[in-house]
């Protein structure tokens, strides 16, 4: 008899909950996808959690507990506490410790009279209830972490998976001035359609971010660059000398590349905060994107990041590409769009 699949969602960055979706079907053979909701995409599985793992554009992974109904009064709160009292803890947590401390996170969408902390408080009373010996924990020493999200009168209770160091990769890792998710530079690196045989570059690669996810998939060769010292020497210590890598100072506008020499590009282009007082876009766009389809071969396609728009859109048209925009992005307070721009 097959294993029952069991049933999980990913958190992603609004707007690029497609580009998860896809990552899903891709690399976990057996996914059966859900739900997409905003920043959330539900799928079921029967493989273990280790190939999960794999999915880069998701930011936490977790495992669905419980669902049920719950309104929208405070009374309400004790069903909370009762079905999670109800529930088999110990077999949904058993990669955890046990004795254990938790915490429960919770949000709400909707109309309620009780506060999302209250909710939480709900949940966690009935995880003392069901878990004796378990202890609540803080939000900076825990080994448990549980999340209650209540959507108008659906619960969903779950365990979370990952910690900070699935989304940001690595606890070592070097981050530049404004640098860029990961999670979002792996959105940019799929869109591109990574295949083993691309010679790949970013313009502006900061600390090496969109470089260093690449790096999930064959490649022929790849550079990146940035006019920043400070950003080279980051992207340098976070790449580690890979094979094929080069990683160099330089101007966007001015690529020491050689014509057609790239298949495909990636860039999160300087906007928001990373841009000087009186800089002007039209100019540095026009730059950047004249030299990008000058060492993209013709038919090669550029990913790019910005909530620039009508310059991005009249340099795109001034160096040759045609340019789609695919979704506008949640990020920081900015709402930036992702653009796919096809040299003619």
């Known amino acids: 008899m097959k294993m029952k699949p069991t049933l999980y969602f990913a958190t992603v960055l609004p707007g690029l909950e497609y580009v998860l979706e896809q990552e899903i079907r891709m690399k976990i053979a057996d996914a059966k ?18 190939a999960l793992t ?32 109800g529930l088999d803890l110990a077999r949904a947590c058993t990669e955890r410790l046990s004795p254990a401390a938790f915490i429960v996170n919770a949000g709400r969408t909707g109309k309620h009279t009780y506060s999302r902390f209250e909710a939480a408080e709900a949940a966690a009373r009935g995880v003392v209830r069901r878990m004796a010996r378990w202890a609540r924990g803080t939000a900076g020493a825990h080994d448990v972490e549980f999340r209650l999200d209540l959507v108008h009168e659906d619960a969903l209770f779950a365990l979370k998976l990952t910690d900070a160091s699935f989304r940001y990769r690595t606890d070592r890792r070097v981050f530049a001035r404004a640098a860029l998710r990961p999670t979002v530079a792996h959105a940019l690196v799929l869109l591109s359609k990574p295949e083993a045989a691309d010679r790949f570059v970013d313009p502006c690669c900061g600390s090496g971010t969109i470089v260093s996810e690449r790096l999930a998939y064959p490649y022929r060769r790849i550079w990146g660059g940035d006019a920043s010292a400070e950003a080279v020497e980051a992207a340098n210590a976070n790449i580690g000398g890979r094979d094929r890598v080069h990683i160099r100072r330089w101007d966007a506008r001015q690529l020491p590349l050689d014509a057609a020499c790239a298949d495909k590009a990636a860039a999160n282009l300087p906007f928001g905060r990373q841009i000087a007082a009186g800089a002007n876009l039209l100019e540095l766009y ?42 506008i992005l949640s990020l920081k307070g900015l709402h930036p769009a992702v653009y796919r721009l096809h040299k003619r």
């Open 33 to 50: 996808v859900g739900s997409v909701e905003r920043g959330k995409v539900h799928f079921a599985s029967r493989s273990p959690v280790e």
């Open 54 to 85: 794999k999915l880069r554009t998701a930011d936490n992974l977790y495992r669905l507990v419980h669902r049920f109904r719950v309104g929208p009064h405070k009374a309400d709160l004790s069903r909370i506490e009762r079905e999670i009292a």
């Open 286 to 327: 026009g730059g950047m994107l004249a030299e990008t389809a000058r060492v993209l071969k013709p038919g090669g396609l550029a990913v790019v990041l910005t909530d620039a728009e009508p310059p991005l859109l009249h340099a795109a048209e001034r160096a040759g590409f045609a340019c789609v925009r695919e979704s």
